[in-house]
C-alpha cells in the first residue's frame, strides 16, 4: 500500500471504555469495598477518600487494577484509623483478584470498524494499565490479529504520541487517537499533532475529566465506533 500523500496512514485505539468495557468493573468493585467499610464510614466519604488515595499513589503505582487494590487497602487502614480487621483486608484482595477476571465485553461496531480498516490503515493498541492485564483483556477479546502494533505504556502524553506515531507509522501528523479520555487519549493526541476523535463512554474515571478542546481543528467527536470510517472518509 503506498503511504505517500494519504492525509491518514495511522490509527491509535485506547483499550479500556474504548473498545471494551471496563469502568463499570471497577464501580462494581468500589461497591463492594464501600459495603466492605459501611460500618465505619459514609459511603460519599469512602468514595472521596478513595479517589484522593488513587490519585496520591498514582506517580508511584502507575494505572492498573494492582495499584486500584493497593489504594483500595490503604483507604480502608484510613479511614478505620487502623482499625481495620485482616478478615477485611482479605476480602479487599478478593475483589481485587475478582476485578483482573473480569469478562471481556467488546463494545458495539469495535469489530467490525476494526476490520473495515485493517490493512487499509496501521492500526496500533496505545493503552495504560497493568501489561498482564491488558494482555489478558487482548487476547480475550479476539482483536489482537486486527492490529500491526500493541503500546501497553505507563503514561499518555504528546511525546507518547509522538514517539509511537512515528515508530509504528510515518508521523503524528498522518495519524489519529481515537478513545473515551479526553485528559489521556484526545488532549495529548492533538498537542504532538495528531487527529483527535472523541467516543464519549457514560462511564468515565473522574480522573480523567477534562473540558472539550472544540476549538482544536483537528478535533472530532462521534457517538459510538460505528461512526468512525464517516470521519475518516471525511478527511479526504
Ligand atoms: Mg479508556
Given at each position: ?36 467499610l ?35 487497602i490503604?483507604t480502608a487502614i484510613?479511614i478505620t484509623?487502623?482499625?481495620v480487621?485482616?478478615?477485611v483486608?482479605?476480602?479487599i ?144
Amino acid at each position: 500500500m503506498s503511504m505517500t500523500q494519504r492525509p491518514l496512514t495511522t490509527i491509535g485505539f485506547d483499550a479500556d471504555d474504548t473498545l471494551w468495557q471496563n469502568e463499570q468493573f471497577y464501580r462494581l468493585t468500589e461497591r463492594q469495598f464501600i459495603e466492605l467499610l459501611a460500618d465505619h464510614a459514609e459511603s460519599e466519604n469512602i468514595s472521596q477518600e478513595l479517589l484522593e488515595t488513587e490519585k496520591r499513589n498514582l506517580h508511584r503505582y502507575g494505572f492498573g487494577i494492582k495499584g486500584f487494590t493497593l489504594s483500595m487497602i490503604e483507604t480502608a487502614i484510613e479511614i478505620t484509623k487502623g482499625e481495620v480487621p485482616t478478615t477485611v483486608i482479605a476480602q479487599i484482595l478478593d475483589i481485587g483478584r475478582d476485578l483482573l477476571a473480569h469478562p471481556v465485553e467488546t463494545l458495539p461496531n469495535v469489530r467490525e470498524t476494526l476490520e473495515a480498516l485493517t490493512g487499509n490503515y496501521l492500526l496500533v493498541l496505545i493503552t495504560k494499565g497493568d501489561l498482564f492485564d491488558q494482555e489478558r483483556k487482548l487476547a480475550q477479546s479476539g482483536l489482537g490479529d486486527l492490529f500491526d502494533a500493541i503500546e501497553i505504556v505507563s503514561d499518555k502524553n504528546a511525546s507518547t504520541y509522538r514517539r509511537i506515531f512515528s515508530k509504528v507509522g510515518d508521523g503524528p501528523e498522518r495519524a489519529m487517537m481515537v478513545g473515551n479520555s479526553l485528559k489521556s487519549d484526545i488532549v495529548p493526541a492533538l498537542a504532538a499533532g495528531s487527529y483527535g476523535v472523541f467516543v464519549p463512554h457514560e462511564l468515565t474515571w473522574a480522573f480523567e475529566h477534562v473540558a472539550e478542546p472544540t476549538e482544536a481543528p483537528r478535533f472530532r467527536k462521534i457517538e459510538h465506533l460505528g461512526e468512525l470510517r464517516g470521519v475518516i472518509d471525511g478527511l479526504g
